[in-house]
């Protein structure tokens, strides 16, 4: 296999992981105001994802510097192009961030409502936006011959991406409410199981949209299997919640945007940014790529270190597997 | 004002407010993983205490790096795409390397060590905070080396198809000499912030309430803290001084511009203090001190150092026309603030230590203003340190290969410039102002009591049992 098509997939997996992981995080921060109601539930539902937000986001940082290293040309004309979604996304995650090590830091109610707002702003924010990026990356965006993004924040907001965005938040908020039923006791479990199947239903009506919009615009078979996939995941996820099978929802859940994610990428391929003007414009996983021995050692690199990181984030997972409720959380 | 200028601006406001928050993170998860290790160690709760405590100061530093981190990688793609087109090949990997290899390593292991406490063996959860440290001083490393290859650029050629930057030689990069030198004096310049920030607070303490029942434990912190003071203080110094003679060879112009040397003399004189004319080509005054330029820059009292004018047109005749001099006042005072303020961290270290010494008990008000401002020192000192070398390195953004007006975003309006250097300094502000009095909070607090809650007690099962800590 070319160099290249390696690095393209290994930029699709890190962005399936890290979807996989920050969307529950995502999801969770959107739910908090609807499924904490009152300061130890709203503890509760943090602290399911207070060990592994950070580590969670570490994919996205992996997943731009591999983009960098890559395919230096995407990463230019991507985050120069999408300028101001990509600058509400870094705000988002910036205060996001600091809300979930400071909100516990001072006991006065309008303290820790600020910091509320903050975790959802920060948590909505970036699931919409992400959706909208990546259907704009699929559908592809107005580049001249030099691969510069010459088109404005408008086009970037066309129907099919916002379709986009509907459907990362709502699957991501689906996501959530299953993790959350999964990593809890007593009434929040109760209320995120119950809530997780009419959200499921939202996201897969959404999912199927989309993806259905997504193969009419470029296809390839394996995107078609992807996105039956995909769909099929999701609604095996929504059958397992129905029945309070926690495990077996996040397994469906996850897998559902792991195929999703999956689908928009084997669509993609060759490309990596196509242009709607100038055919010449269009960036591929070639025309974008890093010289073969930048490639190469980067691709050393990541087959050495990726075990290790998969090793040890999933034995953080492993020791914080106990399910919490009020009960468990310290008065300070 | 042209989107170039915002562009730099921004650059500047983020890196430097960023690299506030780096040093601490850098230096105080190793200083607290010491002071867990010798709790490991000893068993004396005093350690097991200096851990909580300054372990808490920590993490309310560590969450704003993290976050003002990620700003870091999305700016060159965003503010300097042509800059990121030019160099990926290159750059692109230290980036990618430092996320995958350093980055996942701290993030996952602070996590298990905030929240580890109860759940982890103790060996384990010792190894956690260790596992984080290491993590933060390699992704300094990796840093480091991509910031070094753009002062002085190593293992590339340029292939003249496509105009770019292309990786040669990779371990030429990894093993570039200003990196090698950039990372000690970096990561000195960090433990220096960290241990004066041991030092301030644990001197606030003692003044303040002299026969407490920790004051044992602040007198070990603020002796450990002088000493972790002393001794960084001491490396920066050292590294510092060959890295002013390898940046002699590799960018003679920053070192001309450090020292507003505008003729090549040999020997060189140092200049403690230079007021130069407006326009900044001749000098008004001088206080100088002979050879100690020379030996600076070269190692021999009598080397020759170049002067600006005569690198200006060196440079002019093999670049083409046009200036290739840095702010001279900027390059001047920068590097004269960051050795001052370095070194006075170091001065009032050794106080401290005199006020110590024999089991004295410190009483000095004075001395205790000083240890306040302690911190804010070597942070002030590092700030000007990389003001110094990234405007020394000026008009260049990779030196000798491309300009800074050349590495700018063309598809990036003025107008979406302003908007996220308005946004990051207006929400960079806000948090620091949080931030700060989070710190002076917690600060004041002092170490934690550590007799167990009534919560957790033996009448809760284990499956009831209250968190030891939760979010």
Wanted: net charge neutral.
């Amino acid at each position: 296999m070319e160099l290249t098509t390696i690095w393209f997939l290994l930029v699709a997996v890190l962005f399936t992981g890290y979807f996989i992981l920050e969307g529950f995080d995502f999801g969770v921060g959107m739910l908090l105001p609807v499924l904490g109601r009152d300061d130890r539930e709203r503890r509760v539902l943090i602290n399911t994802i207070g060990p592994v937000w950070d580590g969670n986001e570490v994919w996205l940082i992996t997943a731009g510097g591999a983009m960098f290293a890559a395919f230096p040309e995407w990463y230019a004309t991507l985050f120069s192009g999408f300028y101001l979604p990509l600058l509400l996304i870094l705000l988002a995650l910036i205060i996001r961030g600091v809300a979930f090590e400071y909100r516990h830091k001072r006991p006065e109610a309008s303290w820790k409502r600020r910091w509320d707002t903050a975790i959802f702003v920060g948590s909505v924010l970036p699931a919409v936006l992400w959706g909208v990026a990546f259907a704009n990356i699929l559908r592809g965006v107005p580049l001249d011959a030099d691969h510069e993004y010459v088109g404005g924040l408008l086009d970037l907001l066309n129907p099919y991406a916002l379709l986009g965005g509907a459907t990362t938040a709502t699957l991501f908020l689906t996501h959530g409410a299953v993790f959350i039923a999964l990593k809890t006791v007593g009434e929040v479990r109760e209320r995120a199981g119950a809530l997780a199947v009419r959200l499921g239903v939202a996201a897969a009506a959404l999912a199927v949209a989309f993806l259905t919009w997504t193969l009419t615009i470029r296809s390839s078979t394996a995107a078609v299997v992807f996105a039956v996939g995909a769909a099929l995941a999701l609604l095996g996820g929504l059958a397992a919640a129905r029945v309070r099978r926690e495990g077996w929802a996040f397994t469906g859940t996850a897998v559902a945007i792991a195929l999703a994610v999956a689908t928009l990428f084997a669509a993609l391929f060759p490309n990596v940014l196509p242009s709607t003007l100038d055919a010449a414009g269009t960036l591929t996983a070639t025309n974008a790529a890093s010289t073969p021995y930048t490639l190469k050692i980067m691709t050393w690199v990541a087959v050495v270190f990726t075990p290790i990181v998969l090793a040890y984030q999933g034995w953080t997972y492993w020791v914080f597997r106990k399910r919490i409720g009020v009960a468990h959380i310290p008065r300070h | 004002m042209d989107a170039l200028d915002v562009a730099r601006w921004q650059f500047g406001v983020t890196t430097v407010y960023h690299f506030l928050f780096v040093p601490l993170t850098i230096g105080l998860s190793v200083l607290v993983a010491i002071l867990q290790t010798m709790w490991h160690r000893t068993g004396d709760e005093k350690y097991l205490k200096l851990t909580k405590f300054y372990g808490k100061l920590f993490l309310i530093n560590f969450a704003m790096g993290v976050v003002t981190g990620i700003v870091q990688e999305f700016q060159f793609g965003m503010n300097w795409s042509d800059y990121s087109r030019f160099v990926g090949d290159i750059f692109g990997a230290p980036l990618a390397i430092e996320a995958l290899v350093a980055f996942f390593l701290e993030s996952t292991f602070i996590g298990l060590w905030i929240f580890g406490w109860d759940r982890l063996p103790r060996r384990l959860h010792l190894a956690s905070i260790w596992a984080a440290a290491i993590g933060s001083n390699l992704s300094a490393y990796f840093i480091l080396a991509a910031n070094s290859f753009m002062q002085n650029p190593v293992g590339y050629r340029i292939n003249p198809d496509t105009g770019r930057a292309e990786l040669t030689d990779f371990v030429a990069v990894l093993t570039n000499k200003v990196a090698m030198i950039t990372f000690p004096h970096t990561i000195a310049g960090a433990f220096l912030v960290a241990g004066s920030l041991l030092v301030a607070v644990a001197m606030w303490h003692l003044v303040r309430n002299r026969d407490s029942a920790d004051t044992p434990a602040y007198r070990f912190a603020a002796t450990f803290g002088s000493w972790v003071t002393l001794v960084s203080a001491a490396a920066v110094a050292i590294t510092g001084d060959i890295q002013g003679k390898i940046m002699t060879q590799v960018q003679p112009m920053k070192m001309a511009a450090a020292e507003g040397l505008y003729t090549t003399e040999s020997p060189a004189s140092f200049s403690v203090l230079t007021i130069g004319s407006l326009d900044g080509s001749r000098e008004l005054f001088a206080l100088k001190i002979p050879h100690l330029l020379s030996w600076l820059g070269t190692g021999d009292p009598d080397g020759t150092v170049q002067g600006i004018n005569d690198l200006q047109a060196q440079y002019a005749a093999q670049y083409g026309a046009g200036s290739y001099t840095p702010i001279i006042p900027v390059t001047y005072w920068s590097f004269r603030f960051m050795i001052g303020f370095g070194m006075a961290a170091a001065a009032i270290a050794l106080l401290v230590l005199w006020s110590q010494r024999k089991g004295r008990t410190p009483t000095s008000r004075w001395l205790l203003r000083a240890g306040l401002v302690m911190p804010l020192l070597p942070l002030a000192a590092n700030s000007f340190g990389w003001i110094f070398t990234e405007m020394g390195r000026q008009p260049w953004i990779v030196f000798g290969e491309m300009l800074t007006r050349d590495g700018v975003s063309r598809s990036v309006s003025l107008t979406e410039v302003l908007t996220s250097f308005t946004a990051f300094t207006l929400i960079y502000a806000t948090l620091a102002v949080v931030e700060v009095k989070l710190l002076l909070r917690y600060a004041k607090a002092g170490v934690p009591d550590l007799t167990p809650d009534p919560d957790i007690d033996d009448t809760h099962d284990d499956a009831e049992r209250p968190l030891a800590f939760a979010y």
